[in-house]
């Protein structure tokens, strides 16, 4: 079980995730199951904040895990750019377009406030853009751009927003 962000979570929310982590579990039921919580920063400090309830810091803080800002791990955009690529493509039943130097160069100069989320909404704007299977920069965000946005040239074609991502097709 994944739980992101669960310092954002409602107070009453990680109360229910906690009552259910504390019933017991009967013997058919097998291993308890592995449960990872994410958390913006230190559990211990949200909990003294109040947007992490002090039970949940006190049951899954011992086991912190620091990953540091997608910004500061720029080695890592390249492939999880590219795993994002291949899984937006096949959602769109495309071909796998091919990342330029300039994206990869563009992707890693990015500040990604908002880390591989952000990062993974970029490329999946570029890729429903994507003419000739090619992603360059230009299809890209930069700092002051939205994702997908143009930064020179002619604009992107116009997209039909009233079908889902998985309908845009060639």
Request: charged content about 25%.
């Amino acid at each position: 079980l994944l739980l992101c962000d669960a310092d954002q979570m409602p107070r009453g929310l990680q109360a229910a995730v906690l009552d259910a982590l504390r019933r017991p579990r009967s013997v058919d039921a097998g291993a308890a199951p592995l449960v990872v919580v994410t958390v913006e920063g230190d559990p211990e400090r949200a909990a003294q904040a109040g947007t992490l309830h002090p039970d949940l810091a006190a049951r899954f803080g011992a086991r912190v895990v620091t990953v540091p800002p997608l910004a500061e791990r720029t080695e890592d955009v390249p492939a999880l750019a590219a795993r994002f690529v291949e899984a937006a493509a096949a959602e769109l039943g495309r071909r796998t377009p091919e990342l330029t130097a300039r994206a990869v160069d563009r992707l890693r100069a990015l500040p990604w406030r908002g880390n591989v989320r952000e990062l993974k909404a970029a490329v999946e704007g570029a890729v429903a853009l994507a003419p000739g299977g090619i992603i360059d920069a230009d299809l890209l965000p930069t700092d002051a751009a939205p994702p997908g946005a143009a930064t020179g040239g002619s604009p992107p074609p116009a997209i039909d927003l009233s079908v889902g991502f998985a309908e845009l097709k060639d």
